[in-house]
């Protein structure tokens, strides 16, 4: 995911319409004149009729609606992605369920299905290198916080998952701050690192 690249210098403006959702904002390529379609799969398809339209990310589109509940903004840049990783998974925000946390005890906000989006975003922009965006945030000692249910259970809950089985005096804070710190997986984390602290 090239999403962080800027591409290069006289490159073509794109305007991109950006939603909300609960855990950050997202965004689809907005396409309001038919040129904008030219040398796409999207040419021969998408008529005039039926502009203007967005982009689904998925090789699929659908008619942009203004007052579309979800609807923030349109947005034009020449970036390949028009918003920052903070804005697209809110960092450290109040109602933080699921997602990522940093060594620092820093938290980007993912949907259930959404970390691997955000691994690669995270990546992008602390490990530019990474081949494996998942792996290597594990590796480097960050938390996956995902949705937890054993197939039985009527509710799902948070489990907290370190890849070196090893957690900071900074996530186990912010583990009790956003009321996770008495978990089994998490007590059994602290229980064998505390006295690293």
């Not at 396409?31 to 021969?44: A, G, P």
């Not at 090789?59 to 903070?86: A, Q, R, W």
């Not at 039985?152 to 701050?177: C, M, N, P, W």
Request: charged share 25%; proline share 3%; with cysteine.
């Amino acid at each position: 995911m090239g999403c962080f690249l800027i591409q290069e210098k006289g490159a073509i403006m794109k305007k991109f319409a950006v939603y909300k959702s609960e855990t950050g904002y997202y965004y689809y390529e907005y396409i309001e004149r038919l040129e904008q379609l030219r040398d796409t799969c999207f040419e021969e398809i998408i008529t005039e009729d039926k502009l203007p339209v967005v982009l689904d990310n998925s090789g699929g589109y659908f008619h942009f609606v203004e007052n579309d509940y979800c609807f923030s903004e349109i947005i034009e840049t020449e970036k390949n992605c028009p918003l920052s990783l903070e804005k697209m998974y809110f960092k450290n925000h109040d109602n933080f369920k699921l997602g990522w946390m940093s060594p620092t005890g820093d938290t980007y906000s993912c949907s259930y299905t959404g970390h691997t989006k955000a691994a690669f975003a995270i990546c992008a922009k602390y490990f530019p290198d990474a081949k494996l965006p998942e792996r290597t945030l594990g590796n480097a000692g960050w938390l996956k916080i995902i949705d937890s249910w054993d197939g039985t259970e009527h509710t799902h809950r948070q489990f907290v998952y370190s890849i070196t089985g090893k957690i900071t005096k900074a996530q186990a804070d912010k583990l009790f701050d956003i009321g996770l710190y008495y978990n089994d997986e998490v007590k059994e984390l602290i229980e064998s690192c505390a006295d690293n602290w």
